[in-house]
Each structure stands twice: as C-alpha cells, then as structure tokens.
C-alpha cells in the first residue's frame, strides 16, 4: 500500500481506525493522510453573524480538534511513519472523502464503525462505503490478534467478467491486509437456494446444491490457484448469505471480513439494505468493502 486515508474520531480520543492504519503502515510503507471533520450547525447559514464571526467559528473548532488530533498522535509510536494532519470544516464528511479519492486514489478509507444507529436512516458509514470509490474499512473497537484471520466473503453468484473481477478484488485485498498484519486468508462462498423451491415437498435441497457447485468448481479453483488458497480455508456456505458469513466470521474469529459492494445507490437498495449492509450491523470483525 502507499496512500491510507483515515477518519479521525468524532468525539474522543481513541482513534482505532489509526490505531490499525498504523499496523498497516509500518508493514507496507505506506503515507498515513489523517483527517478530522469539524462543523456547527446553523453557523454558516446565519444571518446575524458576520463572515469575520464566521471565520473565527471556523478556526475555534478547527483548532480544537487539531489540538485533539495532535495530542492522539503523541501517544503513537509512528515509527517513522509518515502522517499528515488535516481538519477540514464539513458537514458531510462522507461526500468530502468521495471527492478527495476523485483528486487522489487511496488504497483504503479507514474509520471506526457506528453501529448503534437504527435502520430508519442511512447511516454515514454505509454512505461512505456506497459512494467512495476506494475501498472503505469500517472498524470496530476489537484490536487484531496476532496471526489473525482475513475473511473474503466472495459472491459467485454470476460468472460474469464483472463479477470475476471483483472478486479478485476482495481477494486482492485480503491478501494485502494479510500481509500486512501477519494474518491467514479464508474465503468463503454461498449457494443460493430459492425459497420457492424449498418450500415445495419434492425438491432434493441437496442435490440443487451439487449442481450448483459443478457450475461454481470451475471459478472457485481458478480464484484458489490465482490467490493462492487452499481447500481447508475454503468455506462452501448454503442458506442466506449474510447469516452464513456472519457464523462462519465468528467459527473462524476472523479479525476482517472483506465484501464487494455490487448494489445500485437507488431509494431501494437505500431502504432495504444489502449483504453488506446487515454483515457491517452485525459482525464482530472489522469490513472492508471494495467496488
């Protein structure tokens, strides 16, 4: 890797999404570009303060949380890590990160996860990984263990070129993470399994899902040969797919999970959520997602 860019912390001073950017960093080389997001509501649509009252809002809060962010950093052996600070006065940080990636590619987004916002809304971490065209990590509070697990929840649901695509992407970037903390590489996969057809007394479940993994075996041994995977981290899941990624991510205490995002931006997809979505909600490990 050569270029991270990481969201700093909100509120508090614990940073984990730096915490593992900098994990990452010292073992790759890469820049860390550390960015905070500050804004007051109501301030720039004021009509009772001036511009120069304005300004001085701005630079009090972006002080403010320069100040935070410098005295995070000094507690961070950066080990000759390059980090550069940034406050940026936003109120959408999401929508500025997806025009920074446009200016300048990343090869990860790091922030920490939200998890406690409710389904009514789109919270701005699904935001992010919907729009940002670079891959997003959303990190959770759990420190990676030591020769840890990477999870590539791969989707063979099609053997398009853009499908085959990528997933060499998610294994790509399992990869990369594996070598940079020191960490195994599983894959798993699921079978799709109609209800309809499961509901109807004489369907064999079984053997629907022999044939289906005739039809797969060709594209999962060529992801196994080009990635460098072996049989025994190969999972085969059968039933939903998120349900099946999320219990196989705890039997194997993977530290990430790494997932294509294929889902349109329309009021739908918003709405009803996907795979994606519902793993990021539930699952203990940290999600990267990739385009």
Known sequence: MREILVIA?????????????????????????????????????????SAADKRRVHHRFIDNKQTEMD???????????????????????????????????FDMILKSGHRSETSSHVPSDWQLMRHCPDPVMIVGEQPWKSGGVILAALDLGSSSEKALKLNEEI?????????????????????PMPKALMDLDFFDSKDYEKKIKQTIDPIISKLIQDGGLNQETIHLLSGKPSKEILRISDQIEADVVVMGNK?????????????????????????????
Not at 22 to 48: C, M, P, Q
Not at 171 to 191: M, W
Not at 282 to 291: F, I, R, T
Request: proline share 2%; aromatic share 8%; with cysteine.
């Open 9 to 49: 912390d909100q509120n508090g001073t614990g940073n984990p999404a730096f915490v593992h950017a900098l994990e990452i960093a010292r073992n790759t080389a890469a820049k860390i570009e550390f960015v905070g997001f500050v804004h007051a509501a109501g301030v720039d649509s004021s009509e009772v303060l």
């Open 263 to 291: 889902t349109k931006p329309s009021l739908r997809g918003r709405l009803l959520g996907n795979t994606a979505e519902t793993v990021l909600h539930k699952v203990k490990a940290d999600v990267v997602v990739v385009k």
């Open 71 to 105: 005295t995070f950093l000094a507690t961070q052996n950066l080990d000759g890590v390059r980090v550069n600070v940034d406050v940026v006065w936003e109120r959408s940080f999401d929508r500025w990160v997806s025009a920074r990636c446009v200016q300048k590619s």
């Open 171 to 191: 294994l790509r970037y399992s990869f990369i993470l594996a070598k940079a903390t020191g960490s195994a590489v599983h894959a798993c996969y699921s079978i």
